[in-house]
């Protein structure tokens, strides 16, 4: 292992044995599923009353779905065309239509038309009721046996419908401001990690001893390269942690509404419980995240996922020997601020210019600030989802790579200045002529 | 004795300041060499091109004869005056670390620091971090670090500085221990008592230039100022009296009886004239050379060279 990887692995394995590493690393999926989970809930729990017009083709299910506290169903327009009912209420958040088409004994298909997602709690009431009905209505004619009514259960299934072009939109503006907003965390994150990382071992003294065994240049590549690696560990293992926990917690919000909803009906109407059609149901009914599943695989995420490490580590990079310089020419981290400020204000740009972008993805602001190497990382990563042309990705990485060489040459220039000198009230004047001096 | 290491004309100006002018100077292999001068006469920056943490603007160091290389690194131990650990660091980790970047192998470095730890029977501290240790504790382990990888040439900026007396003497006991094993030993003080005791040769820096060197016995001898101290018994005035013009006398002081008169030989006179011409007068108790310290060289020299300087300006 040469010098540099020494410096590397101490500065990596020091950070990842911290308890604030493993305490972030554990909450960050948490806290990034709550963010998922919680729009979901809310709306359930919201006390606004939902009205759902039911546009029923085969006109067996007349008056059988009963309102309860949150959704009043309609069934004036049961017989209505489903075009019709549709146009009459689009523009109401608050508006359901549920579409029974004439074969629903053969085919299997309800549709739930809406402007904003249902809720678990919805679709959940929905797909128990009509299945009970259909039920009773089969045992009620004597027609079939039991095994051809589970038949029927199990292939019940509410498709829930909401205006595709708004859903898309609205995902794909989601994504691009989840990873322009990680992205700008991430490289704030780290990049002050280094420079707290530098006055730590300036100010510890530690650095001379250091720095008689391996040139500064290499200390401060080992420290970048290090907490960029941490960085990178605490990314992959959110991902796999965020998995882990969406998993039992979408298990577990839809296990728990559907008891809610479904039990007080199934006595109501007479039936015997049926875990069976319980389970069928509620997994085919979905529970909102549909739409939002489904704009999330129209998402090239291979490529997604790699420029955002490779826009990651080139923002980072590109800040990081620039924190580094700071943390090298301060005392104290009070001294830090006159320095931040400055450096990060284009970081800070970028992030603050999410609207305009996100209003025109394609836009001239959108172009310059994704190609200049300063907001690139940010505003590159907004614009991704929305489809970027392949030579301004190649331009922007381009300037990208060009830049972090730049800034990590001058950084270098003040760090190796910096730690050496103590007691000194750095000024920026200060900090140009160290850029010129020799090693 | 071979030099191992040799700085010709080494000149270093920092923005506002010249901290080296043209200062040249020569290690003799397995010598105590004492690096000398007031605070701010760039002992400091010297070390630091030594250990090529900066370059030189101008001149050339000579390590074994050879131009300095970044492959010396490895030979030489730096301890400098602004020392620390990381503080979060465990002991024998952090030991490891440091050894490991010095070029040490871990396996090596671990059978290295285990015999010093037993040496200096700081097992226990093994598991400790740092910020757990007292000062003294650190420099202890920071003195392990800078000798762990036995280099030839061990540089100490200011090595007594923070370490309490018992302490300070093992770090005196270690410094003649690794001479006695063949190292080459550098070290910068302001504490000329230590300079005495340990050091072979000496240069005085000040205010960036060199002003004196040489092996610690020659410059003593060469700042004899034929000064004795003779302490008798008898009659002051008999004393002076016979002194006549062979010597004068600098100073006396009287104790239980028994007089000690400083006397500095005029001309070409012996102390044996002197000695002849007293004693028939005096009840001699003794007589001894008084040989000026490394202390009073130290600042004769300082301030000489301070008073040129600003005749120089004043001019």
């Known amino acids: 292992m040469g010098k540099i990887g020494l410096i590397i692995r101490r500065e990596y394995l020091t950070r990842v044995k911290k308890k604030s590493f493993i305490v972030m690393t554990l909450l960050g999926p948490l806290l990034f599923g709550g963010l998922f989970i919680i729009p979901s809930l809310l709306d359930d729990v919201s006390d606004n009353i939902k009205n759902v017009y039911v546009v029923d083709q085969s006109l067996i299910f007349r008056d059988a779905i009963k309102n309860n506290g949150k959704y009043r169903f309609h069934t004036e327009y049961a017989d209505q065309n489903l075009d019709v009912v549709r146009k009459l209420f689009k523009d109401s958040s608050n508006s359901f239509v549920l579409f029974i088409p004439q074969n629903i004994l053969e085919s299997k298909d309800l549709k739930l038309y809406s402007k904003k997602p249902p809720g678990v709690n919805l679709t959940t009431y929905i797909t128990t009721t009509l299945s009970g009905e259909i039920q009773k209505a089969l045992v009620g004619t004597n027609q079939v046996d039991k095994s051809i009514i589970d038949k029927y259960l199990k292939l019940v299934n509410l498709e829930s419908v909401t205006p595709s072009s708004v859903s898309d939109q609205d995902v794909t503006s989601g994504i691009g401001i989840l990873f322009g ?177 996100m209003n025109n993805p394609d836009g001239i602001v959108a172009f310059w600030f994704s190609i200049i190497p300063f907001t690139a990382p940010v505003v590159m990563m907004i614009r991704m989802p929305f489809g970027v ?51 | 004795m071979s030099e191992l290491l040799t700085a010709s004309h080494i000149t270093k100006q920092f923005q506002n300041h010249k901290a080296l002018d043209d200062v040249s100077l020569s290690v003799p292999e397995n010598s105590i060499f004492g690096l000398l001068g007031p605070n701010g006469a760039g002992k400091t920056t010297l070390i630091r091109i030594i250990n090529q943490i900066t370059g030189p603007d101008s001149g050339e160091i000579l390590f074994h004869g050879e131009k300095l290389h970044e492959r010396h690194i490895e030979r030489i131990g730096y301890l400098p005056e602004e020392r620390g650990l990381y503080r979060k660091m465990e002991v024998g980790e952090q030991a490891l670390y440091l050894a490991q970047l ?8 671990m059978k290295r620091l285990k015999y010093w730890f037993e040496k200096f029977e700081i097992t226990g501290w093994w598991k400790k971090k740092i ?185």
């Not at chain 2, 003497?169 to 270690?174: D, F, P, S, V």
């Not at chain 2, 240069?203 to 034929?226: C, F, H, M």
């Open chain 1, 181 to 357: 907003a990680l992205i700008y965390m991430f490289i704030f994150l780290y990049s002050a990690q280094i420079m707290r990382g530098v006055m730590e071992e300036k100010t510890s003294r530690i650095v001379e001893v250091i720095i008689s065994s391996v040139k500064p240049f290499q200390l401060m590549m080992g420290k970048i390269v290090g907490v960029a690696m941490v960085g990178l560990t605490q990314f992959m293992l959110w991902i796999v942690l965020s998995f882990a926990v969406l998993m039992p917690m979408k298990e577990y919000i839809a296990s728990r509404t559907s008891e809610q909803a479904l039990s007080p009906q199934s006595f109501k109407s007479g039936m015997p419980t049926n875990v069976m059609a319980m389970k069928t149901t509620v997994h085919k009914s979905g529970d909102g995240m549909e739409n939002v599943v489904d704009g999330l695989s129209r998402i090239n995420w291979p490529l997604m996922i790699s420029c955002f490490i490779f826009f990651f580590l080139g923002g980072y990079l590109l800040y990081g020997s620039l924190f580094a310089a700071i943390g090298s020419a301060v005392d104290a981290e009070t001294d830090t601020q006159q320095f931040m400020l400055p450096v990060s204000a284009p970081l800070i740009l970028s992030f603050a210019m999410i609207g305009t972008i």
């Open chain 1, 389 to 439: 042309p392949v030579w301004q990705l190649a331009l922007s990485m381009s300037l990208l790579v060009l830049g972090f060489i730049g800034t990590t040459w001058l950084g270098a220039k003040i760090y190796r200045t910096g730690i050496l000198l103590y007691g000194k009230k750095v000024t920026w004047k200060e900090l140009g002529k160290w850029l010129f001096y020799k090693g």
């Open chain 2, 102 to 109: 010095k070029g040490l192998s871990r396996a090596e470095a």
């Open chain 2, 131 to 315: 910020e757990e240790l007292s000062k003294g504790m650190q420099q202890k382990v920071q003195f392990i670090v800078t000798v762990l990888h036995e280099p030839s040439l061990i540089i100490l900026d200011e090595p007594f500085s923070g370490f309490d007396p018992i302490n300070a003497n093992l770090i005196k006991n270690e410094i003649l221990e690794l001479k006695k094993k063949g190292s080459t030993i550098i070290f910068s003080t302001h504490n000329m008592g230590s300079v005495e005791e340990l050091c072979d040769h000496i240069a005085l820096i000040n205010k960036s230039r060199k002003i004196l060197d040489g092996p610690v016995k020659e410059i003593r001898k060469t700042y004899k100022t034929n000064t004795y101290e003779i302490s008798f018994e008898g009659n002051m005035l008999a004393f002076t009296h016979n002194l006549w013009t062979g010597a004068e006398l600098l100073g006396k002081k009287e104790e239980d009886g028994i007089t000690s008169a400083t006397i500095k030989l005029l001309g070409k006179t012996s102390i044996n004239d002197v000695i002849n011409s007293v004693l028939p007068h005096i009840q001699m108790h003794g007589l001894k050379e008084v040989v000026p310290s490394m202390n009073d060289i130290f600042i004769s020299c300082v301030s000489a060279e301070n008073v040129v300087l600003s005749n120089h300006l004043t001019e």
